[in-house]
């Protein structure tokens, strides 16, 4: 069983950054896959970034290629999300995700914990 929960989220300015963490509980975090997703109203949670247990490997939403940075901590059971040159589009809730595997997941229906989720706001 894994617990994750979402922080940093906030209001910023379009062009601004914010970094997203998720702080897992569970010993074995470290053999978790790790993805971060977002939802805008109305819409399906879209996939934005994976990485795989060793975070050696990840994987961009072409969105948000070379402005979102997906990284993680296995000392600190927590995973980042680095959000650079932010636009008013990238305004959702943002959730990370953990998936028992290894690899890079970009299917929600493969993860099997998600956090809370975190409002993310930039303003134009």
């Known amino acids: 069983q894994v617990q994750l929960v979402e922080s940093g989220g906030g209001l910023v300015q379009a062009g601004g950054s914010l970094r997203l963490s998720c702080a897992a509980s569970?010993?074995?975090?470290?053999?978790?896959?790790m993805g971060w997703f977002r939802q805008f109203p109305g819409k399906e949670r879209e996939f934005v970034a994976a990485?795989?247990?060793?975070?050696?490997?990840?994987y961009y939403a072409d969105s948000v290629k070379g402005r979102f940075t997906i990284s993680r901590d296995n000392a600190k059971n927590t995973v980042y999300l680095q959000m650079n040159s932010l636009k008013p589009e990238d305004t959702a809730v943002y959730y990370c995700?953990?998936?028992?595997?290894?690899?890079?997941?970009?299917?929600?229906?493969?993860?099997?914990?998600w956090g809370q989720g975190t409002q993310v706001t930039v303003s134009s």
């Open positions: 569970g010993r074995t975090f470290s053999s978790y896959a």
């Open positions: 990485i795989t247990w060793s975070g050696i490997g990840t």
């Open positions: 995700a953990a998936a028992n595997t290894i690899g890079i997941i970009t299917t929600k229906q493969r993860y099997s914990y």
